[in-house]
C-alpha cells in the first residue's frame, strides 16, 4: 500500500468517525429534547384539572332536576354560560346536557338565543294524555310481567308511597315516572316501548302541577293495577290504567284552564288596574 493510498484512507476514516459522532450527537440533541417534551407533558396532564367522564351526566340531571321542580320556566332564557357558572364547569359539558334535553323534548334552543322550556298547551296536554291511555293500555293487554318486574313495581309504589308522606316532590316524581315505565318496558312492542319513552319525557315537565292535583289518588290506583297484575287480570288492570292516566288528564286540563282564566282577566283591559283601585277603596273604608 502506498504512502498517499494510506492517507486516502485515514481521511476517509476520519471523515466517518466525524460524521458519526455527528449523527449521535443530533440523535442525542433529539432523545433529551424528546424526553423534555414528555416530562413537561406528564406534569401538564398531572396539574390538569381532571373532569369527570359522568360530568355531562351529572349537569343533565342537575337541569331536568330543576325542570321537574318547576324552578324553571319558559320565560327565562336557559344560557350554557348561566349554567356553566352556577355548576361551576365549563360550557361543553352543558351544551352537550342542553342537546340531550332537546331530544327528550323538555326544551327548545333557538340559535343565539339560548334554550327555553318547552310549554304544552290545553290541547297538547290532552293529545298526551290520549295517547298515554292508548299505548299504556296495549302495553298492559300484551306485556310479558315476570315476578321480578312485578316485585320492581311493588317497590316503587312503596317508594313513592314514603315520598309522598315525606313531601318529597322530585323523589316521588321519579318513582311514578319508574312504575309507567316498567309498564311500558314489559311490552315486547320495541316501537310502543321508545314511543311510550318518549311520551314519558314530555310529561315530566307536567308532573310539578300534577304532583299537587293528584299525588294524594295516584299511590292508591298504582297499588289496584298491580294487585290486578299480579291476579293475572289483565283486562282489569287494563281498565284501571286507562282510568288512572284519564283522571290525572282531566285534573290537569281542569288546573290549566283555570290558570289561563287567571292569567287573562289580570291582562285584560282594566286588569291589574281594577283590582288596585278596589284595594284603594277598601283601604278608605
Excluded at 290545553?122 to 291511555?133: G, K, M, S, Y
Excluded at 313531601?167 to 318513582?175: S, T
Excluded at 311500558?184 to 311510550?196: D, E, H, T, V
Excluded at 290486578?228 to 284552564?257: C, F, M, N, P, W
Amino acid at each position: 500500500m502506498s504512502f498517499s493510498t494510506a492517507r486516502r484512507m485515514e481521511k476517509a476514516r476520519k471523515r466517518s468517525k466525524s460524521y458519526g459522532h455527528g449523527k449521535n450527537d443530533i440523535d442525542n440533541r433529539r432523545d433529551r429534547t424528546f424526553r423534555a417534551v414528555v416530562r413537561t407533558f406528564a406534569w401538564e396532564e398531572l396539574l390538569r384539572p381532571r373532569i369527570p367522564a359522568n360530568l355531562t351526566e351529572q349537569a343533565y340531571k342537575a337541569i331536568r332536576d330543576q325542570l321537574i321542580s318547576g324552578k324553571l320556566n319558559g320565560r327565562e332564557h336557559l344560557t350554557e354560560g348561566f349554567f356553566a357558572a352556577t355548576f361551576g364547569i365549563s360550557k361543553s359539558p352543558i351544551r352537550e346536557a342542553l342537546n340531550r334535553l332537546e331530544s327528550d323534548g323538555l326544551i327548545r334552543i333557538s340559535p343565539r338565543r339560548g334554550a327555553f322550556v318547552v310549554e304544552f298547551s290545553i290541547h297538547d296536554v290532552r293529545e298526551i294524555f290520549e295517547l298515554r291511555e292508548a299505548l299504556e293500555a296495549l302495553a298492559v293487554r300484551n306485556g310479558v310481567l315476570d315476578s321480578k318486574t312485578l316485585s320492581s313495581m311493588k317497590a316503587s309504589v312503596r317508594a313513592a308511597s314514603a315520598f309522598l308522606r315525606e313531601n318529597d316532590m322530585l323523589n316521588y316524581i321519579r318513582e311514578d315516572t319508574m312504575f309507567h315505565a316498567r309498564l311500558a318496558q314489559c311490552s315486547s312492542n320495541a316501537r310502543l316501548r321508545k314511543i311510550l319513552e318518549n311520551v314519558h319525557d314530555q310529561t315530566v315537565l307536567l308532573r310539578c302541577k300534577t304532583f299537587h292535583l293528584t299525588s294524594h289518588t295516584s299511590v292508591k290506583q298504582h297499588l289496584h293495577i298491580l294487585t290486578a297484575l299480579e291476579k293475572g287480570q289483565r283486562d282489569i288492570a287494563e281498565k284501571l290504567v286507562v282510568r288512572h292516566i284519564r283522571t290525572v288528564g282531566r285534573s290537569l286540563t281542569a288546573y290549566l284552564k283555570k290558570e289561563k282564566g287567571k292569567a287573562s282577566s289580570a291582562h285584560g283591559p282594566l286588569g291589574g288596574r281594577t283590582l288596585r283601585v278596589i284595594s284603594s277603596q277598601a283601604a278608605l273604608n
